[in-house]
């Protein structure tokens, strides 16, 4: 869904218009009534008049203490407009490729500042869904919620079998909620950057498009519960010390608005005070970071959301993960581009920095090469000769995407996060005083991934695929050749071309470019039955795999087609 539409009517809708009347007015009084009418928003609303703004933001102060103030007022907005702009809220607290730190800092504090609602709205939802009373369900459930979100609220609870779990529900309305919410917020962001290029350049109107779509399916529990057994199935493949534990979802008791898990206790990693009583849990987060390091480029799927909130310290002092309605998900091109995109930052080879980024983000139009490579170069100038015990994740991956932004190239939404994840392991490692050095980390696990892209499966499956595409083109272009000079004869448009004594030669080529793809097509089958042979010593012929004899067999008739088509006089 687009959420910027074109000539958008608030007014047309009386809860719109009801609901934008609200917003503008929070707007003016804590100071940004100068805004709604240099962008005359005002005028959206028939007879609108702007309260007077209780407090002034001045532009004669330091920058810091300038964004500083717009952060403040732009938080205590947020939290009297509800939950659809709380979220907006911390959306733009996780974007520091695109704001000022100073405002990063007081929008932050809205990741834990929002308001419960009635445990009775909770009830009515529980056995709504149910289709029964609570008490047939649960022997026991706490009315105060254990943590309160935008989204929904927890409660803890114990089954009938004395289980003891989580309960996780969806606010009222909430779907509505945002989805009203956030296309006035686009609206709002439309018209400003209409006012401002520096603005629109920020990319705030995709960053938005982006995160709604992200928040539809967060909103949607089951598919919170789908990535929870995903990324349980492919830790429980590599963690060998059983370091992570995940909560069981109880699927038989969950749906899209409701979710069912089990209660881990523990304490959040955000309220560890001294971490210096638990050694285990400093060598368990460490060991934990290659796991997740591993998941990320190997398998391609994370946790996009990480904060210290998420992990918990429990009894044994093993790690607790939670929270997996946003999840990362990387196709095999991606993970190769990011392992290229890592490996060229810790040998600062900056061209190829820059080409990989190309060919991941997005632009309108192309950028100047070698203007880009320089100011990549200037960016990471400070950084060059720190080791890497030195280096500071958090401002390397902030210097690499504000020059980006600078030119106008966007990363896509996915790729933000990946970078905003390596940022957070690294700050959940400094908030514990922990030396954890996630470049370190990536630098020892690079040459396994790299071993692993390169590996013998890997480059057979890549070589079946390349000759299939290939014989697919050699056989679609002739065949589009010929619909186009059809459709180009339709307009009256004809080429008489008449190249005496040249039809010999021009078929002869035809045929040699037909020969040259088809043997090429049998030599990588060929290649290929060779490569699954592997370090066999077969010493009769049923020895040899059978898609040895498989790859071989399509060689030959590759071959022969090829010698069929072309005849040498």
Same mark, same amino acid.
């Given at each position: ?15 719109? &218009? ?12 804590? @100071?940004?009534?100068?805004f709604i009418?240099?962008?005359k928003l005002?005028?959206?609303i028939?007879?609108f ?5 209780? /407090? ?21 907005? /947020?939290?009297? *407009?509800?939950? @659809?702009? !709380? ?10 490729d =695109? *704001? ?15 308001a ?38 927890v ?6 079998? @004395?289980?003891?779990?989580v ?14 919410d ?6 709002i ?18 960053? !938005? ?7 539809q399916?967060?909103?949607? /529990? ?7 057994q ?6 429980? %493949? ?18 899209e608005?409701?979710l069912?898990m089990?209660?881990?206790?523990? +304490? ?31 398998d ?19 790690? @607790?993960?939670?929270?997996f ?5 990387? #196709? ?9 995109? =890592?490996? &060229?930052? $810790? #040998? ?44 500071? &994740?958090?401002? $390397? ?10 030119h106008e ?34 630098? #020892? ?16 499956e890549?070589?079946?695929? &390349?000759?299939?595409d290939?014989?697919? #083109? ?5 065949r ?20 005496k ?9 035809? %045929? ?5 793809? $088809? ?10 039955? +060779? ?18 004899? +498989?790859?071989?067999g ?7 087609r ?8």
């Open positions: 869904m687009n959420l910027i539409k074109t000539g958008i009517d608030i007014s047309k809708t009386l809860k719109n &218009a009801t609901r934008f009347r609200e917003i503008l007015s929070v707007f003016a009084r804590h @100071g940004f009534d100068e009418l240099n962008t005002h005028l959206v028939p007879d008049v702007i309260p007077k703004s209780r /407090f002034k933001i001045s532009t004669d102060q330091s920058e810091y203490d300038f964004w500083r103030t717009v952060g403040f007022r732009l938080r205590k907005s /947020f939290e009297e *407009l509800g939950p @659809g702009f !709380i979220k907006f809220g911390q959306l733009l607290s996780t974007r520091e =695109l *704001l000022d730190p100073a405002l990063i800092k007081e929008l932050k504090l809205l990741q834990n500042n929002v419960p609602f009635d445990f009775i709205d909770a009830k009515l939802k529980i056995e709504k869904e149910f289709k029964k009373p609570l008490e047939e369900v649960f022997d026991d459930f706490v009315e105060v919620p254990i943590g309160v979100a935008s989204i929904g609220a409660y803890k609870a114990k089954l009938k079998d @004395g289980t003891d779990v309960v996780k529900v969806r606010r009222p309305k909430i779907k509505k909620t945002l989805q009203n956030f296309e006035i917020i686009a609206f962001i439309s018209r400003l950057e209409k006012n401002s290029n520096e603005l629109k350049y920020l990319g705030l109107s995709r960053a !938005i498009q982006d995160f709604f779509k992200s928040i399916l967060e909103l949607n /529990f089951l598919i919170e519960a789908n990535n929870n995903r990324i349980r199935e492919k830790l429980e %493949r590599i963690d060998e010390g059983n370091i992570f534990v995940i909560p069981r979802i109880h699927r038989q008791l969950s749906s608005k409701i069912v089990d209660f881990l206790d523990g +304490v959040p990693f955000n309220e560890l005070t001294n971490i210096e009583e638990h050694p285990a849990l400093k060598e368990n987060l460490v060991t934990g970071v290659k796991l997740f390091m591993h998941n990320m480029l190997a391609g799927i994370f946790h996009a959301d990480l904060h210290g909130g998420n992990f918990l310290k429990l009894k044994n002092d093993k790690i @607790g993960l939670l929270d309605g946003l999840v990362g998900i990387l #196709s095999k091109q991606n993970r190769s581009n990011l392992t290229a995109i =890592l490996f &060229a930052l $810790l #040998s600062n080879n900056y061209e190829n920095l820059v080409l990989e980024f190309l060919d991941v983000a997005d632009y309108d139009n192309i950028p100047n090469h070698d203007l880009l490579v320089r100011d990549i170069r200037d960016a990471l100038t400070p950084f060059v000769g720190m080791s890497v015990n030195e280096m500071d &994740a958090t401002a $390397l991956t902030h210097s690499i995407v504000s020059t980006l932004s600078k190239i966007f990363l896509p939404r996915e790729w933000f996060v990946i970078f905003r994840a390596l940022m957070t392991l690294d700050g959940v490692g400094k908030s514990l005083k922990i030396e954890l050095n996630i470049f370190e980390i990536i630098e #020892s696990e690079l040459s396994s991934i790299m071993e692993d892209l390169i590996s013998k499966d890997v480059l057979i890549d070589s079946i695929w &390349a000759g299939r290939l014989l697919s #083109s050699i056989r679609v272009i002739p589009h050749l010929k619909w186009f000079l059809k459709e180009f004869a339709k307009n009256n448009y004809t080429v008489d071309l008449n190249l004594g040249t039809n010999k030669e021009i078929n002869q080529l035809s %045929r040699s470019i037909y020969f040259f793809g $088809l043997t090429l097509l049998s030599s990588t089958f060929f290649l290929s039955g +060779v490569l699954i042979l592997g370090d066999i010593k077969a010493t009769t012929l049923g020895e040899i795999p059978i898609l040895s004899y +498989v790859c071989w399509l060689s030959v008739m590759s071959f022969l090829a010698s069929l088509i072309y005849k040498v006089r």
